[in-house]
């Protein structure tokens, strides 16, 4: 007999959102994606985030517009990842969200814009990312986002493998 799991509503959309945020970042880091894999990886990265919205916080939610703005790099689609970079760094700004989530989201605009072509606007999101590193607490996490930033910065639409 099969075995029976029961969760209330918040943990099933706690549990889809960790899920689907996870299986999103299985394609993030695949080489050669097929174009149904794309397109699974964008309604996962979706998909996490309205189950986020749902039972979330604002620190999840910044997260969330990341990945999905990551994944429009990823996708060659800037201007749709420089439009959830910003609604990333509006969360962090709005609720004083800071560290290496603030770092990325700046990182995230210059990815956009490199993306689009628009190397001065790059630059600048690129320096405010550099700044808003100086103040990320843990120095493994500065040195892993700084490593980041450097191959986003040749890559922007290529995933760092560990």
């Known amino acids: 007999m099969a075995e029976t799991l029961s969760l209330t509503v918040e943990d099933m959309h706690r549990k889809m959102a960790v899920d689907l945020y996870n299986l999103t970042w299985t394609f993030l880091s695949k080489e050669d994606r097929s174009e149904a894999e794309n397109e699974t990886m964008l309604q996962a990265a979706y998909a996490s985030r309205y189950h986020w919205g749902v039972v979330g916080t604002e620190i999840n939610f910044e997260r969330g517009d990341w990945q999905i703005s990551r994944v429009f790099a990823f996708l060659g689609n800037g201007p749709a990842a420089i439009r959830y970079a910003q609604r990333c760094l509006d969360l962090c700004l709005e609720f004083g969200i800071g560290d290496f989530d603030l770092a990325y989201a700046y990182e ?13 606007k790059a630059r600048e999101y690129e320096q405010l990312a550099r700044n808003a590193a100086d103040h990320i607490a843990k120095e493994e996490d500065k040195n892993w986002f700084l490593k980041e930033l450097e191959f986003a910065i040749k890559n922007p639409v290529i995933c760092l493998q560990n």
């Open 108 to 120: 995230a605009l210059m990815r956009g814009h490199l993306v689009i072509g628009d190397e001065p």
